[in-house]
């Protein structure tokens, strides 16, 4: 069975660098419930420069809370961020401005293209 969080927040260690995030800088610490249990994610955004972790050490600048169940459907794409917020299935503590630039990072729905391609693709000659 797959993970959709463990692979998003796999995939964004993996970037190294993120030009959407280059005006962050900070922590944030996802509390994601499940099974009477808690999961905890660390970001560590240092003007672009992104770090992931399962277990840093001191105080998140962020924390957002969530079950399991919604990230997944986040991180999917099969939900989105700020309509989870608005159904206080999300919430964010401290700096929330930092949970507005990690919302940049987080995937579209499935076959979702990005819209100068689609006006690329569009515009093409037949």
């Not at 929330?96 to 293209?113: D, E, K, W």
Request: glycine fraction near 8%; charged fraction near 30%.
């Amino acid at each position: 069975m797959s993970n959709p969080t463990a692979s998003f927040f796999q995939a964004l260690g993996r970037r190294g660098h993120e030009p959407l995030l280059e005006d962050a800088s900070g922590t944030i610490r996802f509390d994601l419930a499940h099974d009477n249990d808690v999961d905890r994610w660390f970001v560590v955004i240092t003007r672009g420069d992104l770090r992931v972790s399962r277990d840093e050490e001191g105080e998140a600048d962020c924390l957002i809370h969530a079950s399991k169940a919604v990230f997944d459907r986040i991180v999917s794409g099969r939900s989105h961020v700020y309509a989870a917020w608005v159904r206080n299935e999300l919430r964010a503590e401290g700096d929330v401005r930092l949970a507005r630039f990690i919302q940049r990072v987080m995937p579209g729905p499935p076959g979702a293209r990005h819209p100068r391609e689609f006006a690329h693709e569009r515009n093409r000659p037949a």
